[in-house]
């Protein structure tokens, strides 16, 4: 099952990369804001509450669903590229078997125990 749902999430990033190459935007933006998304583990300076709660918010499709429908109905097509670029690190980190936190620990994710024991 782990080797499906990495599978996946290797299709949702190389159809997040086809689309951002169809974009017109240049791959240097792509590999600058790549990590952006990272900067949620900050949250964790204030708790493993809060901080899951922050880092889930920068790593869950519904806010990058979310930013889309914003795109989508305010007519502001300049965003499509960070919708893009959000999704295929969300992608790429779920494919490396990087979840959501639980609270009770960075380690613990939706996905399983990461890092070691």
Same mark, same amino acid.
């Given at each position: 099952?782990?080797?499906?749902?990495?599978?996946?999430?290797?299709?949702?990033?190389?159809?997040?990369?086809g689309f951002?190459?169809?974009? *017109?935007?240049? $791959?240097w %933006?792509f590999?600058? !804001?790549f990590?952006?998304?990272? #900067?949620?583990?900050?949250?964790?300076v204030?708790?493993?509450?809060?901080?899951?709660?922050?880092?889930?918010?920068?790593?869950?499709?519904?806010?990058?669903a979310a930013?889309?429908?914003?795109?989508?109905?305010s *007519?502001q097509? $300049?965003? %499509?590229?960070?919708? !893009?670029?959000?999704?295929?690190h #969300?992608?790429?980190?779920?494919?490396?078997?990087?979840?959501?936190?639980?609270?009770?620990?960075?380690?613990?994710?939706?996905?399983?125990?990461?890092?070691?024991?």
């Amino acid at each position: 099952m782990q080797i499906l749902r990495r599978a996946e999430y290797a299709a949702i990033l190389l159809i997040a990369l086809g689309f951002y190459a169809q974009s *017109g935007e240049g $791959w240097w %933006w792509f590999a600058l !804001l790549f990590l952006v998304p990272d #900067i949620t583990m900050a949250g964790y300076v204030f708790g493993n509450h809060i901080g899951a709660l922050v880092y889930n918010a920068g790593h869950s499709f519904l806010s990058v669903a979310a930013l889309g429908l914003l795109m989508y109905v305010s *007519g502001q097509q $300049w965003l %499509w590229p960070y919708v !893009l670029i959000w999704t295929a690190h #969300i992608a790429f980190d779920r494919m490396l078997g990087y979840g959501l936190k639980y609270a009770s620990s960075f380690q613990d994710t939706h996905l399983g125990r990461i890092g070691r024991n």
